[in-house]
């Protein structure tokens, strides 16, 4: 049952990552993408890790997935097709082999410990670990989201620019 | 005697006073040269007075268990190279120092008279020249490092002296460098006798290696004691002799002295006939322990003094420049001398050493007085000038007492000295020796004729109108020598009571007493006398033509006159072979070590570079991809590593 | 009063010309006389307390004199600003002295940006003396890199190109090869300086001071391994500085394009802390290391001797036959270094020092020429006799020194190394020898073409040496001679350094 | 019964996917999206661990779940960002095709 | 673990205030007008000095655990605090003048440089692999938002694309590896780790594959060979200062890091498991290597900079590779080798940030005849590339020599000899920039320089020496602002006093290094 279970979640998880990295439409991908997440999010509750999940479908499933949308919009990359792979992708794609499978690998090596078991965590003590434990990252990666808001801000924020286009002197040689 | 370092000092003062103060000084500073120059000779004659009343209980002085001549000794350190260590225990320790035995008297005796003859005589002959000054100064020079040749205790000493009057005879040879005669001249002499210089060197350094020391005493000693191995004797005998030659003018070093010529003459008075030159025969007589220990080289020593004195009188017969005829004449006479010392004729050699000395001091002044008075300053064509002797009567009269002291004939100095060396020859070396040594004989008293009856006798030449007999100085000068080239042979005779003769004097070994072989003597005189009997009626009376001569041996006459092709092969060694080989390295430097293999790693580097930089396409996903790539090494290397 | 004197001379060696260069920093920029006065001013002052120095030294006591050491970093490295003049940087200092005045005075044609001239020149001479008085590889190695840094700028921007007619020589080349080959060489003695650290270390005591280390290696702290290693890294390093073949090649252009002041000092001084090194750093430090590779540095020193000769014989410029001399007369260093003999030696240590003057000389004389005549190639120069009468007597002493004219220097200096070299080398030193005798060819043959001889018209415009150049010319030629006459006062001190150095073996 | 190494599995699978999207995509917003795939990856390996082995050796308080609140945070915070500079570019050159940005290179 | 949690948080005073402060910015940003920008320059460099002074106050020799062991205040951490900020003022300097004439958004500029200081010195207290990783993403947003500041410019963006794009991709990267260790370990705290390497018993493959990936995090923030690919194209892209401080704050932060984790996980246990050297030294080589063979090959000087800035993180890495061997030497030499680099550096970026200002150009060629259009600069950028290339009296001889000599003792003597052939090669591209400053003259002046050649023409042989050239006349340039003259200055002096006398930092240093100093 469970491994029934964990087989949906890793084909969703999977397929859709697999669409994100093989769609020919970038539309297509960022909706690929939020299959992927929920799967992932799916995954999550397999671990009993509730809170993860929701976090997941909340952050990345809507704010993300819409981020993305609205991204693939305003730069109407939805528009060129043709935007698929690069030449390198073959290569690309015995990397991604090698690196999984040595990732794999290790996993498959390292002796399993027997107690092994799922646990769900209480709620309340996650919270609490969060807040005591954890405040220092916490606090810090406020000022991380901060930073990336301003950051967006600044950067994306429409202006009527003169863009100088100083092509690198380098020249071709 | 311990002021015999004077002898050399006084000039040694001189030279940089001249150059420092000529233009503030009478006559360029030319007198303080010639002041310092009589000193000179007034202290030898003190020293040598000193020397003759020395004996061997004077505490400087010894007889020499080797030459059994008196020798003394005098030394000061000069300076210390080197200081042994526990391991190496070998360092140089420097004197300066004189050895005065009579070989060294008698050289000095010569050195300061024909100097001080020359320098009188310049006076004259060099009035005028804008560098007159400098003139002095290097005669000065000159002298100073010749004397200081003949005092060298030793071997160092001496290659510095050695060294010094090269420069000095390069100097005065180049003396008007304005023109490219003298200019190359010099040069040639000076290259020329630096490659000699190098066996000198060599041979001193390979003595000091196994003798440890550069005192010739100590080398001496060690070679006669057989403390060194027949190959170093022989080996470091060669390698002096090479200097020998080369300050000598043996075949095939022959080359420089007859283009020193260029260089003014009294120049070629006292540096090319009778004082430098004669620097390699002294240098032979003096380092003869060594010699004598080494049949081999003594051999070679006369070989090479035969080959040079018959060859370089065959030139000097078809010479038509009166000074290349005394230059080759002296060539010649200086391969009679190392013939003599390579005979065992020591005492011999160096006699005759004083009396060519004398004879051609006194000829080539002659000769410069010939071309004071017909106002030449380069070459002397003899074919252009003749008849001289009423022109210039005590030019003539000296210039024949010369030529025939050198020719041989009897009475006069140069006769017995030449006896002397025939009867060595005879004595010691294979037949074919004495042979061709008397033909030299021959050939030398029929050039001497030669030059002596076209030049003063026979008919007025072109060139002789307008002749003069020159000033009294040079006169004067002539004159002195003359008497010593009539009568300096007469030391060899024992004067009962008074002198026992040259050769108790200066001997190597042993002393020997005047002697005179009947048959040697005899022939000597035929030849000498009917040399120039035959020259007399080619020249002067012209009953007898030599024309059917050279045409009938038109080829050798070619050779000869071609000089051997000497300079010639000489010429194409340095332009084909030594310029070439250097252009060539010269290029293989800038070509190969520079632009390969200095330039070549740095461009490797900056190849590699360039090439390198390519990795950083500007695709985002190649870096992407390289650290991905990165990251799989890493992992794997790290999982393997700690496996 | 002279001993507190002695309490710091050693570094008022090195302070002087460095606060002199940075004192020049701030003059005007706009009055170049103005630097050059004071520049003088700074190298007397120096070259004053290098004769202080010089004759200050007891070689009677012999060792190493007025040491002074001055922490700096502390443990583990241990550096410490250890200063000692020993019997072979005592010859030096004063060389330095010499050299670095007369090419300070000899600058006085430098027009252009004439302050940073003399603040680079100052500096190089600050570095020189640092590496005669250390007695710490760091320091050492500190000076040697001071002392090659300025070049760069030096050449590079008062420098002069060389057009062959088929390729051109330029001062950037020549200065950009030269500081990256000397650099080269550097990069292998800090490797060797590191490694012999790394061996102290090792044996519990971290040093670089080399008196510390010359100690350990006594005591076996050094494996013989790493010596074979090691010193062929100090004689190759070092020996690019000294001029060792094949890597020589840095040596000409560099000398060539460089402007005179810093030929002067180049190739009269600096060349000479390679073969210093090569004697304080290799063989003291790694002398069974120097015993074994001691073949094949005399083997490369003749190569240096024979090839340099050759190589002059053939070059028309001036300034290229003066730069192919000087590697061929470092090559008698090198010989003379590689007998490991203490006349062999004495002679090498002997002839930096003659070959410094000699070739300082010769460099300000060909630099007096080229300033006035503007080209230096001894084909279309000639009869410079006529005009410039003092340059070319000047001149032509400088050459026969290099040509080995006893009653000069070289002739010593050469017949020492000669002389070392026959008791150990002996093919190799007639080699030698026949060298000296090429040198006398290439020599000759320059005399003979360009400065005697009947000058050009277009020579006529030509003035003789400056009084300043004459005075400089004049006293090298001085030294020259009385060093040829009476070697002794050098001798007795440079005696003292190599039997020390000579110690250890 | 599922295994923790099935997880740890799907991790690293999800992270070679997501790897190789971001080597062999042309769209920046694309690569984006590939490396979300890789967080998430991360989010897999680190929650199933502290799941799995809460309570054993240092394993407590499913610090895991913590970190991977921590990854999800920042990987939003990149993605605006990202999103940020991609529409800027876009702005200015009018495209997000890698293979067009490359006036920097070498 | 709770406890402890509220009774030492006065130790975080100067990183509460650097908050506070860089929020003061932001928001006094709001009121300021556009000409008045300047002044919160003034605002950023006050609150940074007073958080230098704030850290001078506190004992550099005792050492504080904060939340539970996420961080510790001590020596190590007050060093690189006031190293950091120091730095920070510098770029600040750098700035100003570049800011006012070609950046927009300037409030929020020195803002997001206050925040990214935050961010360096959170990371370098911190203990715990996840707080150190979101303090390193503070500082790498910033960084992400200030090299793609230059809006209007193609390359900036572009810059900012890439950096971006590979920074995340090293963040998954890390974050894996991260996971990795805490899903074999339990733990992600430094010390634990090391407990845990030390201990006996099967070293576990998921925990070697992890620590790897987390090497390759960090490597990409030192820009390690082969991580380094992004590092070129954002220095070029990037506005000069930020540029600077790329070069100089990022990597010391990312150093900072290194030694921490290094000093504090890996090194104790270096006596059961050592291979990592191998490792570290051979990244080192290879980033030494192609770090100084590809600067051989560039054109623009900001990018020769970037690849200069890889050969020296080279050779730090070489620093951080014999750690195990004498932890104290090695840990000094590098971060001298990181103080001296940071200063020297700054010097040279202000030299051009002060030529760019002027002129607009970054190419190495724009460069000719700067000697004789501003003397000064070119004197402090030529000081500064003669320091970095290791030649006395300047400071990175003293520093290159230090950590060469303890990379050497460290047993790792070849690969100090690496270090010192591309110390060699470095000189070569540092010397041509200083051809292209002493030697070479503007285009604009070429003409007369030709024109004298034709006239030498007539010669068959001619040599043209430069005293004979007639100088042509180069218009000099106005001269650089007061504050980077300052910066120059200063950072000049400083150059040549380490370069004379490091004692005293090396004494400073050795405290900070103390404090991490592993006892095992």
């Not at chain 2, 030659?245 to 540096?271: C, R, Y």
């Not at chain 2, 080989?581 to 740095?602: E, K, Q, Y």
């Not at chain 5, 700067?370 to 990175?396: C, K, T, Y």
Request: aromatic letters at 12%.
């Amino acid at each position: 049952m469970q491994l029934a279970l964990f087989i949906i979640v890793a084909i969703f998880t999977i397929g859709g990552a697999l669409g994100v990295v093989a769609t020919r439409n970038v539309v297509h991908a960022a909706l690929f993408l939020l299959l992927s997440l929920l799967g992932a999010a799916g995954a999550y509750l397999l671990l009993f890790a509730e809170f993860l999940a929701l976090v997941q479908v909340l952050i990345y499933g809507g704010a993300v997935t819409i981020v993305v949308l609205f991204a693939v919009m305003l730069t109407r990359s939805s528009e060129y097709p043709r935007i698929t792979d690069n030449r390198q992708w073959p290569l690309g794609l015995i990397t991604a082999l090698v690196l999984s499978s040595v990732l794999g690998a290790a996993f498959w090596l390292t002796p399993a410990d027997a107690d092994a078991e799922r646990k769900a965590p209480v709620f309340t003590d996650l919270a609490s670990s969060l807040f005591t434990k954890w405040a220092l990252p916490f606090e810090i990666a406020s000022l991380v989201l901060l930073v990336a808001l301003i950051g967006a801000i600044i950067i994306a924020r429409q202006q009527n620019v003169v863009v100088t286009d100083d092509t690198s002197p380098e020249g071709e040689d | 005697m311990p002021l015999a370092f004077l002898i050399p000092v006084f000039s040694f003062a001189a030279c940089p006073l001249i150059i420092l103060f000529q233009r503030w000084l009478p006559l360029r500073g030319a007198p303080l040269a010639i002041l310092a120059i009589a000193g000179g000779f007034v202290v030898w004659i003190l020293a040598t007075v000193g020397f003759l009343a020395a004996s061997a209980d004077h505490p400087a002085c010894d007889v020499s268990p080797i030459t059994h001549a008196l020798t003394c000794h005098f030394t000061t350190t000069w300076f210390d190279a080197g200081v042994p260590s526990e391991i190496i225990t070998d360092s140089i320790h420097l004197n300066w120092g004189m050895l005065i035995d009579p070989l060294t008297i008698v050289l000095l005796g010569l050195i300061t008279f024909v100097a001080l003859g020359v320098q009188l005589y310049s006076l004259e002959y060099m009035k005028g020249d804008p560098r007159f000054g400098w003139y002095y100064a290097w005669q000065a020079l000159f002298v100073a490092a010749m004397l200081t040749l003949a005092l060298a205790d030793n071997f160092l000493l001496l290659y510095i002296a050695w060294e010094l009057v090269g420069l000095c005879s390069y100097l005065l040879i180049g003396f008007w460098f304005e023109n490219p005669g003298p200019r190359e001249a010099a040069k040639k002499a000076f290259v020329v006798t630096r490659i000699g210089d190098v066996g000198l060197l060599v041979g001193i350094l390979l003595l000091w290696v196994n003798v440890g020391s550069f005192s010739m005493t100590e080398a001496f000693a060690a070679a006669a004691s057989g403390q060194l191995s027949d190959g170093v004797i022989t080996a470091s005998a060669i390698l002096l002799l090479l200097g020998a030659m080369g300050k000598s003018a043996q075949f095939p070093f022959h080359v420089w002295l007859p283009d020193a010529m260029e260089g003014p003459t009294p120049v070629s008075a006292l540096i090319h006939a009778a004082t430098m030159v004669i620097a390699g025969v002294y240098l032979v007589a003096r380092a003869y322990p060594i010699f004598a220990a080494s049949p081999e080289a003594l051999m070679v020593v006369a070989s090479i003094g035969l080959v040079t004195a018959l060859g370089a009188a065959t030139i000097a017969l078809v010479s038509t420049d009166l000074k290349r005829i005394l230059a080759y004449s002296t060539v010649s006479h200086l391969g009679l001398m190392m013939l003599s010392l390579g005979a065992l004729g020591w005492t011999a050699a160096v006699f005759h050493l004083m009396a060519h000395g004398f004879a051609k001091a006194l000829l080539f002044l002659g000769a410069g007085s010939v071309m004071h008075g017909v106002g030449a300053h380069g070459d002397v064509d003899i074919r252009r000038v003749g008849g001289l002797r009423r022109a210039m009567p005590l030019t003539a009269a000296a210039f024949s007492i010369g030529a025939l002291s050198l020719g041989g004939i009897p009475i006069l100095s140069g006769f017995w000295s030449k006896d002397e060396i025939l009867l060595a020859v005879s004595h010691n070396l294979p037949v074919i020796f004495i042979v061709l040594t008397m033909l030299t004989v021959f050939l030398s008293a029929l050039y001497m004729a030669r030059a002596m009856f076209v030049v003063f006798f026979g008919t007025q030449g072109e060139d002789s109108h307008h002749a003069h007999e020159s000033p009294i100085l040079m006169t004067g000068v002539l004159s002195i020598l003359a008497v010593l080239a009539i009568g300096f042979g007469w030391i060899a005779f024992n004067w009962p009571g008074a002198f026992d003769g040259f050769g108790t004097f200066v001997f190597y070994d042993h002393a020997e007493g005047f002697h005179f072989n009947v048959v040697l003597g005899v022939l000597s005189i035929l030849l000498a006398v009917g040399a120039f009997a035959l020259a007399w009626l080619v020249y002067v009376r012209r009953t007898l033509s030599i024309q059917s001569w050279r045409a009938r041996f038109a080829p050798v006459l070619r050779v000869v006159e071609n000089r051997y092709y000497v300079d010639e092969t000489y010429q194409w060694v340095i332009d084909r072979v030594v310029l070439t080989v250097s252009a060539a390295l010269a290029f293989f430097d800038r070509a190969v070590v520079n632009d390969v293999g200095i330039n070549g790693p740095a461009d490797v580097v900056r190849k590699a570079g360039i090439a390198l930089r390519l990795h950083v396409t500007g695709h985002v996903y190649t870096y992407a991809l390289v650290v991905a790539l990165g990251v799989i090494a890493l992992a794997i290397f790290w999982w393997l590593r700690s496996v | 009063m002279m001993a507190n004197f002695d309490q710091v001379s050693l570094l008022l060696l090195v302070l002087v010309p460095l606060a002199g260069a940075v004192l020049t920093m701030f003059l005007p920029k706009d009055r170049p006389r103005d630097a050059w006065q004071f520049a003088i001013f700074v190298a007397a002052i120096s070259f004053v307390i290098s004769v202080v120095v010089f004759l200050r030294y007891d070689y009677a006591a012999a060792g190493v004199q007025f040491q002074r050491e001055y922490a700096w970093i502390g443990h583990p490295l241990n550096i410490s600003l250890h200063l000692g003049l020993n019997g072979i940087g005592a010859p030096l200092v004063l060389l330095n002295g010499i050299v670095l005045l007369g090419a300070v005075l000899i600058s006085q044609t430098i027009t252009r940006r004439t302050r940073d001239f003399f603040v680079l020149l100052l500096a190089l001479g600050a570095g020189v003396y640092g590496v005669f008085i250390v007695r710490d590889l760091f320091f050492l190695f500190f000076f040697y890199e001071l002392a090659v840094l300025p070049m760069y700028l030096l050449i590079g921007v008062w420098g002069s190109s060389t057009d062959f007619g088929t390729f051109l020589r330029t001062k950037e080349y020549g200065a950009m090869k030269l500081m990256l080959v000397l650099v080269a060489g550097s990069v292998l003695i800090w490797i060797g300086i590191l490694a012999l650290y790394v061996a102290s270390s090792q044996a519990g005591e971290p040093t670089f001071n080399i008196d510390k280390l010359a100690q350990l290696q006594q005591n076996g702290a050094v494996s013989r391994i790493t010596e074979l290693w090691v010193f062929p890294l100090f004689a190759v390093g070092f020996g690019i500085l000294a001029g060792l073949w094949p890597f020589h090649t840095w040596s000409p252009d560099g000398h060539v394009a460089a402007p005179t002041g810093v030929s002067m000092l180049h190739a009269g001084v600096l060349m000479k802390l390679g073969a210093f090194g090569i004697i304080q750093v290799g063989m003291l430090l790694t002398p069974q290391g120097a015993e074994v590779w001691m073949p094949v540095l005399i083997g490369l020193g003749t190569v240096n001797v024979i090839y340099g000769a050759i190589s002059a014989l053939s070059q028309n410029d001036l300034k290229y036959v003066i730069g192919y001399s000087s590697v061929s007369h470092m090559g008698y260093v090198l010989m003379g270094i590689a007998t490991l003999h203490p006349v062999g030696l004495a002679g090498a240590v002997l002839q930096m020092f003659s070959h410094g003057i000699m070739t300082a000389l010769m460099f300000a004389m060909v630099g007096a020429i080229y300033e006035r005549a503007h080209i230096r190639d001894s084909f279309i120069l000639n009869g410079l006799i006529k005009r410039m009468g003092t340059t070319t007597f000047f001149f032509a002493i400088a050459g026969l020194a290099s040509l080995g004219l006893p009653g000069l220097s070289g002739f010593i200096a050469e017949f020492m190394v000669f002389t070392g070299a026959f008791r150990t080398y002996l093919p190799l030193a007639v080699l030698g020898v026949i060298g000296a005798a090429i040198t006398a060819v290439y020599i000759l043959r320059l005399l003979a073409r360009s400065f005697f001889g009947e000058a050009d018209p277009q020579w006529e415009h030509l003035t003789d040496a400056s009084p300043v150049e004459k005075g400089v010319g004049g006293a090298f030629v001085v030294i020259l001679i009385a060093v040829g006459v009476w070697p002794a006062p050098l001798l007795n001190v440079i005696n003292t350094g190599v039997a020390s150095a000579l110690s250890v073996f | 019964m599922v295994p923790l190494l099935y997880f740890q599995l799907l991790g690293a699978a999800l992270f070679g996917i997501g790897l190789y999207g971001a080597l062999a995509r042309r769209s920046a917003v694309l690569i984006i999206l590939s490396i979300e795939l890789m967080l998430n990856a991360v989010n897999i390996n680190l929650i199933a661990a502290a799941s799995y082995l809460n309570g054993i050796g240092r394993f407590a308080a499913f610090d895991g779940q913590i970190i991977a609140i921590f990854v999800i945070t920042v990987a939003a915070a990149e993605v605006g960002l990202a999103f940020a500079i991609i529409l800027r570019m876009y702005r200015n050159r009018g495209t997000i095709n890698v293979d067009e940005i490359n006036i920097l290179k070498w | 673990m709770e406890t402890g949690l509220t009774t030492n948080l006065h130790l975080l005073t100067p990183e509460f205030a650097l908050t506070a402060l860089a929020f003061l910015v932001f928001t006094v940003d709001l009121f300021l007008p556009e000409r008045s920008k300047e002044w919160l320059a003034g605002l950023a460099a006050a609150s940074l000095l007073a958080v230098i002074a704030v850290a001078l106050l506190m004992r550099p020799d005792q050492s504080a655990e904060l939340y539970g062991g996420l961080m510790v205040v001590d020596g190590f951490g007050l060093f690189f605090k006031i190293f950091f900020c120091a730095i920070g003022l510098g770029i600040i300097a750098l700035s100003v003048e570049y800011g006012r004439d070609r950046l927009q958004h300037r409030g929020e500029f020195y803002g997001l440089l206050l925040f990214s200081i935050l961010g360096m010195n959170l990371l370098a207290m911190s203990r715990e692999l996840l707080t150190a990783y979101i303090s390193l993403e503070l500082l790498s947003f910033s960084l992400y938002v200030l090299v793609a500041y230059g809006l209007r410019e193609a390359r900036s963006n572009e810059a900012g694309i890439k950096y971006i794009i590979i920074g995340v991709l090293s963040s998954a990267i890390m974050l894996y590896g991260l996971s990795n260790i805490y899903a074999a370990l339990g733990t992600t705290y430094f010390t634990e780790i090391a407990a845990d390497l030390a201990a006996p018993g099967d070293a576990s493959p998921v925990l070697w594959v992890g620590i790897a990936l987390l090497v390759v995090g960090l490597g990409f923030k030192l820009s390690a060979v082969p991580f380094h690919m992004w590092a070129p194209d954002a220095y070029e892209g990037a506005p000069l200062p930020v540029t600077a401080y790329l070069a100089i704050g990022s990597k010391a932060a990312a150093f900072a890091l290194t030694l921490r984790l290094f000093a504090e996980a890996i090194v104790p246990a270096a006596a059961r498991w050592d291979e990592w050297q191998l490792v570290i030294a051979v990244l080192a080589a290879i980033t030494m290597l192609a770090g100084n063979l590809v600067a051989l090959a560039q054109r623009n000087l900001k990018r020769l900079m970037a690849y200069s800035s890889i050969g020296h993180v080279g050779y730090a890495l070489a620093g951080i590779a014999v750690l195990g061997s004498d932890f104290a030497l090695a840990a000094k030499g590098v971060i001298f080798y990181l103080v001296v680099y940071a200063v020297t550096n700054l010097v040279v970026f202000a030299g051009i940030t002060a030529y760019y200002n002027r002129e607009g150009k970054d190419n190495i060629a724009d460069l000719a005849g700067m000697a004789d259009r501003q003397p000064f600069v070119a004197a402090a950028i030529a000081i500064g590339l003669f320091s970095l290339a290791g030649l006395p009296i300047f400071a990175g001889f003293t520093a290159k020599f230090y950590l060469f000599a303890a990379v050497a003792d460290g047993g790792m003597l070849w690969l100090a000899g690496v270090a010192i052939f591309t110390s060699l090669v470095s000189l070569y591209y540092y010397l041509q920039v200083m051809r292209q400053m002493y030697i070479e003259r503007p285009a604009h002046a070429e003409h007369n320089v030709a024109a004298h050649q034709e006239h030498a023409e007539h010669d068959n042989i001619h040599q043209h020496a430069a005293h004979d050239e007639p100088d042509p006349p180069i218009p000099p340039l106005q001269r650089p602002s007061i504050l980077l003259t300052a910066t120059m200055g200063i950072g000049l002096l400083v150059v040549v006093w380490l370069g004379i006398y490091p004692a005293p930092l090396l004494t400073l240093i050795e405290t900070a290094s103390a404090a991490i100093l592993p006892l095992g």
